[in-house]
């Protein structure tokens, strides 16, 4: 599980068409034993810091009155950078640093001036599967 906090911007073309990127800065926790196997220095703690930056095309559906709301479907991809402290290696380093790459669907409903959705990234890097759920503001 983790947290994160995001900026994300969302631009429509056309009235269904849609573009959303951003940036993001959040926290996870990770099962231990999984990590153990992914380093050759044991982590101290199943802390990971992370810096998030998404790509996503999709389709926007207004719906409601004067069509103010929209519900869209996102896919792209995404780039993070992670750092997890561990134990002293072999090497002398204290943390183990790593970039992460995959594919993300999103699915997001704009209700007035709110946004909640659904998110499910997989990563090509063999780091598995995450599910999310995101809330926001919107800021226009």
């Known amino acids: ?4 906090i995001n900026l994300a911007a969302m631009q429509h073309f056309g009235g269904i068409f849609a573009i959303r990127e951003g940036i993001g800065l959040g926290m996870a926790r990770l099962d231990k034993e999984l990590m153990k196997e992914a380093y050759e220095a044991l982590p101290t703690d199943s802390s990971t810091i ?33 750092s997890t402290k ?4 072999s090497k002398g ?5 790593e970039w ?4 993300r669907a999103s699915a997001i409903i704009d209700i007035k001036h709110f ?3 659904a998110d499910v990234s997989t990563s090509l890097n063999g ?14």
């Open 50 to 82: 992370y810096f998030d930056v998404p790509l996503q095309l999709g389709f926007s559906i207004p719906f409601g009155p004067y069509n103010k709301n929209l519900f869209s479907i996102m896919g792209g991809g995404y780039g993070k950078y992670m």
């Open 100 to 103: 992460d790459y995959g594919l």
């Open 93 to 97: 380093k204290t943390s183990k640093d």
């Open 115 to 117: 946004t909640i959705g």
């Open 1 to 4: 599980w983790g947290l994160s």
């Open 86 to 89: 561990t134990e002293q290696d």
């Open 127 to 140: 780091l598995g599967i995450f599910f999310g759920v995101n809330i926001g503001v919107k800021m226009y």
